[in-house]
Protein backbone atom coordinates (compact mmCIF):
# COMPACT_ATOMS: atom_id res chain seq x y z
CA UNK A 1 0.00 0.00 0.00
CA UNK A 2 1.23 3.05 -1.10
CA UNK A 3 1.25 6.36 1.57
CA UNK A 4 0.40 9.23 0.14
CA UNK A 5 0.23 12.70 1.54
CA UNK A 6 -0.40 15.84 -0.14
CA UNK A 7 0.89 19.51 -0.26
CA UNK A 8 -2.30 22.01 -1.01
CA UNK A 9 -5.74 21.74 -0.34
CA UNK A 10 -7.02 23.43 -2.68
CA UNK A 11 -8.89 22.81 -6.33
CA UNK A 12 -6.36 20.67 -7.22
CA UNK A 13 -5.90 18.41 -4.29
CA UNK A 14 -9.11 17.37 -4.29
CA UNK A 15 -8.58 15.77 -7.43
CA UNK A 16 -5.48 13.92 -5.64
CA UNK A 17 -7.84 12.75 -2.57
CA UNK A 18 -10.26 11.42 -4.57
CA UNK A 19 -8.23 9.10 -6.62
CA UNK A 20 -5.58 7.60 -3.92
CA UNK A 21 -9.78 6.76 -1.74
CA UNK A 22 -10.43 4.72 -4.69
CA UNK A 23 -6.85 3.37 -5.82
CA UNK A 24 -6.53 -0.24 -4.10
CA UNK A 25 -3.10 -0.03 -3.57
CA UNK A 26 -2.81 3.55 -2.37
CA UNK A 27 -3.95 5.44 0.96
CA UNK A 28 -3.39 8.93 1.53
CA UNK A 29 -2.15 9.17 5.47
CA UNK A 30 -2.06 13.03 5.57
CA UNK A 31 -2.81 16.62 4.39
CA UNK A 32 -0.51 19.83 4.64
CA UNK A 33 -1.87 23.17 3.86
CA UNK A 34 -0.45 26.38 5.31
CA UNK A 35 -4.04 27.45 5.48
CA UNK A 36 -5.30 25.81 8.62
CA UNK A 37 -8.97 26.20 8.46
CA UNK A 38 -8.86 25.09 4.51
CA UNK A 39 -6.08 21.62 5.94
CA UNK A 40 -8.54 20.85 8.85
CA UNK A 41 -11.92 20.86 6.48
CA UNK A 42 -10.07 19.12 3.85
CA UNK A 43 -8.58 16.48 6.49
CA UNK A 44 -12.66 15.90 8.05
CA UNK A 45 -14.03 15.69 4.00
CA UNK A 46 -11.55 12.59 3.20
CA UNK A 47 -11.00 11.33 6.27
CA UNK A 48 -7.26 11.83 6.52
CA UNK A 49 -5.45 10.51 9.73
CA UNK A 50 -3.15 13.70 9.99
CA UNK A 51 -3.20 17.87 9.41
CA UNK A 52 -0.04 19.81 8.53
CA UNK A 53 0.31 23.35 8.43
CA UNK A 54 4.30 23.20 7.85
CA UNK A 55 5.10 20.55 4.95
CA UNK A 56 8.67 20.66 6.46
CA UNK A 57 6.82 19.09 9.50
CA UNK A 58 4.82 16.95 8.19
CA UNK A 59 8.51 15.36 6.18
CA UNK A 60 9.71 15.06 9.51
CA UNK A 61 7.31 13.34 11.17
CA UNK A 62 4.87 11.97 8.71
CA UNK A 63 5.44 7.93 7.68
CA UNK A 64 4.46 8.43 4.37
CA UNK A 65 5.78 7.28 1.04
CA UNK A 66 5.28 9.79 -1.11
CA UNK A 67 4.43 12.98 -1.61
CA UNK A 68 1.98 15.09 -3.94
CA UNK A 69 2.88 18.89 -4.17
CA UNK A 70 -0.34 20.46 -5.48
CA UNK A 71 0.75 23.86 -4.80
CA UNK A 72 0.75 26.93 -7.02
CA UNK A 73 2.72 26.89 -10.14
CA UNK A 74 6.16 28.69 -8.88
CA UNK A 75 5.85 27.29 -5.23
CA UNK A 76 6.85 23.47 -5.66
CA UNK A 77 10.91 23.78 -5.46
CA UNK A 78 11.70 24.05 -2.26
CA UNK A 79 8.72 21.36 -1.29
CA UNK A 80 10.35 18.78 -4.18
CA UNK A 81 13.98 19.24 -2.91
CA UNK A 82 12.81 18.55 1.07
CA UNK A 83 10.70 15.78 -0.30
CA UNK A 84 13.68 14.14 -2.12
CA UNK A 85 15.89 15.37 0.99
CA UNK A 86 13.85 13.16 3.16
CA UNK A 87 13.34 10.14 1.01
CA UNK A 88 10.44 10.67 -0.33
CA UNK A 89 8.75 10.28 -3.69
CA UNK A 90 7.07 12.96 -5.63
CA UNK A 91 4.62 13.41 -7.67
CA UNK A 92 4.56 17.04 -8.86
CA UNK A 93 1.16 18.78 -10.46
CA UNK A 94 2.71 21.11 -13.25
CA UNK A 95 5.01 22.78 -14.35
CA UNK A 96 7.93 21.36 -12.29
CA UNK A 97 8.80 24.59 -11.56
CA UNK A 98 9.28 28.04 -12.82
CA UNK A 99 13.01 29.48 -13.14
CA UNK A 100 15.85 27.19 -14.89
CA UNK A 101 17.71 27.05 -11.25
CA UNK A 102 14.66 25.82 -9.81
CA UNK A 103 14.42 22.56 -12.73
CA UNK A 104 18.15 22.24 -12.54
CA UNK A 105 18.27 21.91 -8.93
CA UNK A 106 15.09 19.52 -8.59
CA UNK A 107 16.10 17.45 -11.55
CA UNK A 108 19.66 17.33 -9.12
CA UNK A 109 17.91 16.61 -5.98
CA UNK A 110 15.68 13.62 -7.16
CA UNK A 111 18.98 11.65 -8.65
CA UNK A 112 21.21 12.58 -6.12
CA UNK A 113 18.63 11.18 -3.16
CA UNK A 114 17.35 8.43 -5.01
CA UNK A 115 13.25 8.90 -5.01
CA UNK A 116 10.88 8.57 -8.31
CA UNK A 117 9.61 11.96 -8.85
CA UNK A 118 6.75 12.71 -12.01
CA UNK A 119 5.18 15.38 -13.07
CA UNK A 120 1.42 15.50 -13.66
CA UNK A 121 1.90 16.29 -17.61
CA UNK A 122 -1.84 15.02 -17.80
CA UNK A 123 -2.74 15.61 -21.12
CA UNK A 124 -0.94 12.27 -22.27
CA UNK A 125 -3.88 10.81 -20.82
CA UNK A 126 -6.03 12.57 -23.11
CA UNK A 127 -7.70 9.66 -25.05
CA UNK A 128 -7.83 11.34 -28.64
CA UNK A 129 -3.67 12.67 -27.77
CA UNK A 130 -3.15 9.12 -26.82
CA UNK A 131 -4.40 7.43 -29.42
CA UNK A 132 -2.51 10.04 -32.15
CA UNK A 133 0.81 8.90 -30.31
CA UNK A 134 0.53 5.43 -30.73
CA UNK A 135 -0.66 5.83 -34.62
CA UNK A 136 2.16 8.52 -35.10
CA UNK A 137 4.31 6.37 -33.13
CA UNK A 138 3.46 3.26 -35.37
CA UNK A 139 5.04 4.70 -38.39
CA UNK A 140 2.34 4.22 -40.88
CA UNK A 141 1.90 7.56 -41.42
CA UNK A 142 5.39 9.01 -41.83
CA UNK A 143 6.95 11.80 -40.08
CA UNK A 144 5.77 15.10 -38.74
CA UNK A 145 5.64 18.18 -41.02
CA UNK A 146 3.71 20.77 -39.09
CA UNK A 147 1.34 20.81 -36.24
CA UNK A 148 -1.21 23.51 -34.56
CA UNK A 149 -2.18 23.31 -30.92
CA UNK A 150 -4.57 25.91 -29.34
CA UNK A 151 -5.01 25.49 -25.24
CA UNK A 152 -7.00 28.60 -23.83
CA UNK A 153 -8.82 28.92 -20.84
CA UNK A 154 -11.83 31.01 -20.42
CA UNK A 155 -11.25 34.45 -18.46
CA UNK A 156 -13.07 33.01 -15.04
CA UNK A 157 -9.93 30.90 -14.48
CA UNK A 158 -7.90 33.82 -14.66
CA UNK A 159 -10.44 36.24 -12.69
CA UNK A 160 -12.16 33.94 -10.29
CA UNK A 161 -10.58 30.57 -10.29
CA UNK A 162 -6.89 30.75 -9.14
CA UNK A 163 -6.17 33.50 -6.47
CA UNK A 164 -2.54 33.24 -7.87
CA UNK A 165 -3.09 34.52 -12.25
CA UNK A 166 -1.00 37.43 -11.24
CA UNK A 167 2.17 35.45 -10.11
CA UNK A 168 2.09 32.62 -12.80
CA UNK A 169 1.55 32.96 -16.51
CA UNK A 170 -1.03 30.65 -18.75
CA UNK A 171 2.56 29.45 -20.61
CA UNK A 172 2.74 27.39 -17.03
CA UNK A 173 -0.78 27.10 -16.37
CA UNK A 174 -1.81 25.52 -20.25
CA UNK A 175 1.26 25.96 -22.19
CA UNK A 176 2.61 23.28 -19.84
CA UNK A 177 0.37 21.04 -21.18
CA UNK A 178 0.13 21.80 -25.27
CA UNK A 179 4.21 21.97 -24.93
CA UNK A 180 4.51 18.57 -23.40
CA UNK A 181 2.09 16.95 -25.68
CA UNK A 182 3.01 18.18 -29.11
CA UNK A 183 6.68 17.60 -28.11
CA UNK A 184 5.66 13.87 -27.11
CA UNK A 185 3.40 13.30 -30.14
CA UNK A 186 6.13 14.68 -32.59
CA UNK A 187 8.11 12.70 -31.11
CA UNK A 188 11.10 15.63 -30.73
CA UNK A 189 12.40 18.61 -28.86
CA UNK A 190 12.20 22.53 -29.17
CA UNK A 191 15.20 23.85 -30.70
CA UNK A 192 14.14 27.33 -31.49
CA UNK A 193 10.91 29.28 -30.50
CA UNK A 194 9.89 32.61 -31.33
CA UNK A 195 7.13 33.96 -29.67
CA UNK A 196 4.76 37.20 -29.23
CA UNK A 197 2.27 38.26 -26.13
CA UNK A 198 -0.20 40.36 -26.11
CA UNK A 199 -1.23 41.87 -22.14
CA UNK A 200 -3.82 44.46 -21.70
CA UNK A 201 -7.23 42.93 -20.68
CA UNK A 202 -6.04 40.64 -17.78
CA UNK A 203 -4.64 44.39 -16.36
CA UNK A 204 -7.38 45.70 -16.96
CA UNK A 205 -8.88 43.61 -14.60
CA UNK A 206 -5.87 44.81 -12.28
CA UNK A 207 -4.22 41.16 -12.62
CA UNK A 208 -0.97 41.49 -13.94
CA UNK A 209 -0.14 39.31 -15.93
CA UNK A 210 0.49 38.55 -20.23
CA UNK A 211 -3.41 37.36 -21.84
CA UNK A 212 -2.10 35.55 -24.79
CA UNK A 213 0.86 33.92 -26.21
CA UNK A 214 1.41 32.86 -30.47
CA UNK A 215 4.21 31.07 -30.12
CA UNK A 216 6.62 29.52 -33.07
CA UNK A 217 8.31 26.19 -32.76
CA UNK A 218 11.12 24.21 -34.90
CA UNK A 219 11.88 21.57 -33.53
CA UNK A 220 15.01 19.39 -33.53
CA UNK A 221 13.37 16.91 -36.16
CA UNK A 222 12.55 19.81 -38.64
CA UNK A 223 8.89 19.80 -37.60
CA UNK A 224 7.67 23.55 -37.43
CA UNK A 225 4.52 23.84 -34.99
CA UNK A 226 2.41 27.26 -34.19
CA UNK A 227 1.31 27.22 -30.28
CA UNK A 228 -1.43 29.52 -28.75
CA UNK A 229 -2.08 29.75 -24.91
CA UNK A 230 -4.17 32.55 -23.53
CA UNK A 231 -6.67 33.10 -20.49
CA UNK A 232 -8.55 35.74 -22.16
CA UNK A 233 -11.41 33.69 -23.73
CA UNK A 234 -15.24 34.96 -23.26
CA UNK A 235 -16.95 33.19 -20.37
CA UNK A 236 -19.74 32.69 -22.90
CA UNK A 237 -17.64 29.61 -24.69
CA UNK A 238 -19.27 26.67 -24.52
CA UNK A 239 -16.32 24.71 -22.85
CA UNK A 240 -13.87 26.42 -19.63
CA UNK A 241 -11.33 25.26 -22.82
CA UNK A 242 -10.49 26.23 -26.60
CA UNK A 243 -8.58 23.39 -27.51
CA UNK A 244 -7.78 22.18 -30.69
CA UNK A 245 -5.07 20.45 -32.22
CA UNK A 246 -3.62 19.62 -35.94
CA UNK A 247 -0.83 17.80 -36.63
CA UNK A 248 0.38 17.00 -40.64
CA UNK A 249 2.56 13.95 -41.37
CA UNK A 250 4.29 12.62 -44.51
CA UNK A 251 1.01 10.30 -45.38
CA UNK A 252 -1.27 11.85 -42.95
CA UNK A 253 -3.37 14.32 -41.23
CA UNK A 254 -4.89 14.50 -37.59
CA UNK A 255 -7.28 16.72 -36.52
CA UNK A 256 -8.79 17.34 -32.46
CA UNK A 257 -11.21 18.96 -31.19
CA UNK A 258 -11.16 18.36 -27.22
CA UNK A 259 -13.56 21.37 -26.27
CA UNK A 260 -16.38 22.05 -28.44
CA UNK A 261 -17.23 18.62 -30.42
CA UNK A 262 -19.92 17.48 -30.74
CA UNK A 263 -19.99 14.87 -28.63
CA UNK A 264 -22.36 15.92 -25.80
CA UNK A 265 -23.82 19.33 -25.89
CA UNK A 266 -26.39 20.86 -23.63
CA UNK A 267 -28.85 23.71 -24.56
CA UNK A 268 -31.10 25.56 -21.96
CA UNK A 269 -33.26 28.73 -22.77
CA UNK A 270 -30.39 30.82 -22.01
CA UNK A 271 -27.40 28.81 -22.37
CA UNK A 272 -25.40 26.22 -24.56
CA UNK A 273 -22.86 24.23 -23.17
CA UNK A 274 -20.17 21.33 -24.03
CA UNK A 275 -20.23 19.34 -20.24
CA UNK A 276 -16.72 18.00 -19.80
CA UNK A 277 -16.38 14.23 -20.80
CA UNK A 278 -12.83 13.88 -21.29
CA UNK A 279 -11.04 15.96 -18.47
CA UNK A 280 -12.48 14.73 -14.67
CA UNK A 281 -15.84 13.22 -13.88
CA UNK A 282 -17.52 10.59 -13.05
CA UNK A 283 -18.99 7.36 -13.69
CA UNK A 284 -21.33 5.30 -10.88
CA UNK A 285 -18.85 7.35 -8.34
CA UNK A 286 -15.76 6.21 -10.08
CA UNK A 287 -13.15 8.65 -10.97
CA UNK A 288 -13.35 9.24 -14.71
CA UNK A 289 -11.17 11.05 -17.21
CA UNK A 290 -7.73 11.68 -18.06
CA UNK A 291 -6.91 14.03 -14.98
CA UNK A 292 -7.24 11.19 -12.62
CA UNK A 293 -5.87 8.71 -14.92
CA UNK A 294 -2.48 10.14 -14.72
CA UNK A 295 -2.34 10.42 -10.91
CA UNK A 296 -3.74 6.72 -11.04
CA UNK A 297 -0.92 5.81 -13.04
CA UNK A 298 1.61 7.66 -10.52
CA UNK A 299 0.03 4.87 -7.78
CA UNK A 300 0.42 2.06 -10.59
CA UNK A 301 3.96 2.93 -11.44
CA UNK A 302 4.95 3.43 -7.97
CA UNK A 303 3.48 -0.58 -6.99
CA UNK A 304 4.97 -2.23 -10.40
CA UNK A 305 8.11 -0.72 -10.13
CA UNK A 306 7.95 0.49 -14.04
CA UNK A 307 8.88 3.55 -15.00
CA UNK A 308 6.61 6.42 -15.43
CA UNK A 309 4.64 7.90 -18.60
CA UNK A 310 6.46 11.33 -18.11
CA UNK A 311 9.89 10.90 -17.17
CA UNK A 312 11.22 14.08 -14.57
CA UNK A 313 14.11 15.14 -17.51
CA UNK A 314 11.36 15.29 -19.87
CA UNK A 315 9.22 17.61 -17.64
CA UNK A 316 12.18 19.58 -16.89
CA UNK A 317 12.65 20.09 -21.00
CA UNK A 318 9.11 21.60 -20.65
CA UNK A 319 9.77 24.42 -18.23
CA UNK A 320 13.12 25.36 -19.70
CA UNK A 321 11.35 25.54 -23.29
CA UNK A 322 8.77 27.85 -21.19
CA UNK A 323 11.29 29.84 -19.94
CA UNK A 324 12.51 30.37 -24.07
CA UNK A 325 9.29 31.35 -25.27
CA UNK A 326 9.40 33.84 -22.15
CA UNK A 327 12.48 35.34 -23.45
CA UNK A 328 11.54 35.34 -27.24
CA UNK A 329 8.54 37.34 -26.16
CA UNK A 330 10.45 39.77 -24.14
CA UNK A 331 13.08 40.31 -26.34
CA UNK A 332 11.19 40.28 -29.45
CA UNK A 333 14.08 37.44 -31.20
CA UNK A 334 14.19 33.98 -31.75
CA UNK A 335 15.66 31.98 -28.88
CA UNK A 336 17.23 28.59 -28.91
CA UNK A 337 16.22 26.41 -26.06
CA UNK A 338 18.79 25.50 -23.73
CA UNK A 339 17.64 21.69 -22.58
CA UNK A 340 19.01 19.03 -20.62
CA UNK A 341 20.09 15.01 -21.61
CA UNK A 342 16.94 13.04 -21.57
N1 LIG B 1 -6.99 24.07 -10.88
C1 LIG B 1 -6.79 23.27 -11.90
O1 LIG B 1 -7.68 23.09 -12.79
C2 LIG B 1 -5.52 22.53 -12.04
C3 LIG B 1 -5.50 21.50 -12.92
C4 LIG B 1 -4.34 20.79 -13.04
C5 LIG B 1 -3.22 21.13 -12.33
N2 LIG B 1 -3.23 22.17 -11.48
C6 LIG B 1 -1.97 22.52 -10.78
O2 LIG B 1 -2.07 22.15 -9.40
C7 LIG B 1 -1.34 23.08 -8.60
C8 LIG B 1 -2.29 23.66 -7.56
O3 LIG B 1 -3.34 24.35 -8.23
P1 LIG B 1 -4.75 24.60 -7.52
O4 LIG B 1 -5.64 25.07 -8.60
O5 LIG B 1 -5.13 23.43 -6.69
O6 LIG B 1 -4.36 25.84 -6.56
P2 LIG B 1 -5.18 26.34 -5.28
O7 LIG B 1 -4.81 27.77 -5.10
O8 LIG B 1 -6.61 25.98 -5.40
O9 LIG B 1 -4.56 25.47 -4.09
C9 LIG B 1 -3.23 25.60 -3.69
C10 LIG B 1 -3.14 25.32 -2.20
O10 LIG B 1 -1.76 25.35 -1.81
C11 LIG B 1 -1.71 25.93 -0.52
N3 LIG B 1 -0.35 26.41 -0.23
C12 LIG B 1 0.26 27.50 -0.73
N4 LIG B 1 1.49 27.61 -0.18
C13 LIG B 1 1.65 26.58 0.66
C14 LIG B 1 2.70 26.17 1.52
N5 LIG B 1 3.85 26.85 1.62
N6 LIG B 1 2.52 25.05 2.28
C15 LIG B 1 1.36 24.36 2.21
N7 LIG B 1 0.32 24.72 1.41
C16 LIG B 1 0.47 25.81 0.65
C17 LIG B 1 -2.72 27.05 -0.56
O11 LIG B 1 -3.11 27.47 0.74
C18 LIG B 1 -3.85 26.37 -1.34
O12 LIG B 1 -4.79 25.75 -0.48
C19 LIG B 1 -0.76 24.13 -9.56
O13 LIG B 1 0.58 23.79 -9.88
C20 LIG B 1 -1.65 24.01 -10.79
O14 LIG B 1 -1.02 24.39 -11.99
C21 LIG B 1 -4.37 22.86 -11.29
New binding site residues.
Given amino acids: MLKMAI???????ESHASIYAEHPQAECVAI????RE?ADAFAAKHRLAHTYY??REMLEKCDCDAVAI????F??TDMAIACAQAGKHILI???LATRREDVLAIVDAVEKHGVRAMV?LHNRWNPPFNLVKQMVASGEYGEAKTAYFRLNDALWVATD????TAKSSIL??LGSHSLDTMSWIIGSLPEEVFAYKRTGKLASLGIDTVDAYQTAIRYRSGAIAQMENSWITPNGNSNVNDFKFDLVLDKGKFDIDASSHNLLQLTTENTFYTPDVLVKNSVFGRCNGF?FESIRSFVDKMASGEPFHVSLREAANVSLAILAIMESAESGKPVRTQLIEQ
Avoid: Q
Avoid at 7 to 13: K, L, S, V
Avoid at 32 to 35: P, Q
Fill in positions: IGAGTWGCDKNRDYVTPDLHEKPDMLSWWFA
